[in-house]
């Protein structure tokens, strides 16, 4: 929780820079906001750990996760990118096609069909059923965000800051597929 603190102050902070682009300046504020949420939800988990002392399957907390994940696409999306001309729109366009494609068999073969076949959601309800597609879904969203940007590629001078928060954002996705594969591995979201 303090690294949320600590991303959200850092982004609050760097989006007053009036050196930055506007654009870049959104961008911040909607990460700063997205660290808010995640910080937001992860107290509400320790507050059903610690003083309820239960582990619910669905919480409040996973509308703050959730948000953060559109909050990190609006963001990613606010970035100032570079205007393609008609041809390269069309490569552009099929280039996150095999992107989008790609990312979604990875995420549909280790995260999703998984959990249908340990029947992880059956007889647990429509909301853990929604919600065991809707994180997946969520990061292959952001997937398609990071292929977005990184073909069109930045317009501001800070490419190396931008291709490190793209990096940040591509490791968080993989950790969340990775959590929710060793979840379903220890039968802790079957039982759940």
Known sequence: MPLNLTVMILNAV????????????QALRLLALGALTVLI????????LT????????????????????????ALLSFPLARRIRVERWKFVLDAAMVLVGGAVVIWYYTIRPTTAAGATAGNGIV???LAFAYPLANLLLLLGI???????????N???????VIGITVGIVADL???????????????
């Open 41 to 48: 939800g992860n107290s509400i988990s320790v507050y059903y």
């Open 128 to 130: 853990l059923t929604v």
């Open 14 to 25: 760097a989006s007053r820079n009036q050196d930055l682009d506007p654009a870049v300046r």
């Open 159 to 165: 490419r190396l800051a931008f291709h490190l928060l």
């Open 147 to 157: 292929a977005t940007v990184m073909l069109r590629g930045p317009l501001d001078g």
């Open 178 to 192: 990775t959590f929710d594969l060793v979840l379903l591995q220890t039968g802790e979201r079957s039982a759940a």
């Open 51 to 74: 003083a309820l002392g239960e582990n619910p399957p669905v919480s409040w907390a996973d509308a703050f996760y959730l948000s953060d994940s559109f909050l990190m696409l609006a």
